[in-house]
């Protein structure tokens, strides 16, 4: 699967002040079946691991200064994201999200007490402690 979907520029201005956000954080354990607007899909998957300065710094040979730091700047963190359409794989250096697996080769289970993903190739679980 090689799809790609260019995201739209992150909105990296205004929003709401963090120690407002760090007082109202809470967990939920119910979701909505609602598809995630693409604006606010990108300034998510922005915040978690976007270049703020695309020319500076250097991780594996790649340039880039993210907003999540990493130990001596190895940059290892990949960021999936499922949707109906297929499983994608988040890329900052072209703020995209690239196709690795299709809705067929995935089957989603979120029962109350189990979360998995199973795929073709292989089975993630993880369990509430």
Same mark, same amino acid.
């Given at each position: ?12 201005? !205004? ?12 967990? &939920? *354990?119910?979701? $909505?079946?609602?598809?995630?607007? %693409?604006?606010?899909? $990108?300034?998510?998957?922005? +915040? +978690?691991?976007?270049?703020? *300065?695309?020319?500076?710094? %250097? !991780?594996?040979?790649?340039?880039? $200064?993210?907003? +999540?730091?990493? /130990? ?8 999936? %994201? +499922? =949707? /109906?359409? !297929? %499983? ?5 250096? !072209? ?19 189990? *979360?998995?993903?199973?795929? =073709? =190739? ?6 509430? &402690?």
């Amino acid at each position: 699967m090689e799809q790609a979907i260019w995201l739209p520029q992150p909105q990296t201005t !205004g929003g709401k002040p963090l120690m407002d956000c760090l007082r109202e954080r809470h967990s &939920t *354990r119910e979701y $909505s079946r609602r598809e995630v607007p %693409v604006q606010e899909l $990108s300034n998510l998957l922005w +915040a +978690a691991f976007g270049l703020t *300065r695309e020319h500076a710094g %250097v !991780g594996i040979g790649r340039p880039g $200064s993210h907003t +999540a730091p990493t /130990a001596c700047n190895y940059q290892l963190i990949d960021i999936y %994201v +499922a =949707r /109906a359409d !297929g %499983v994608y794989l988040y890329e900052p250096h !072209g703020h995209e999200l690239r196709g690795v697996l299709p809705t067929t080769s995935v089957r989603l289970s979120t029962s109350p007490s189990r *979360r998995s993903c199973s795929t =073709r =190739r292989s089975t993630w679980s993880t369990w509430p &402690t």
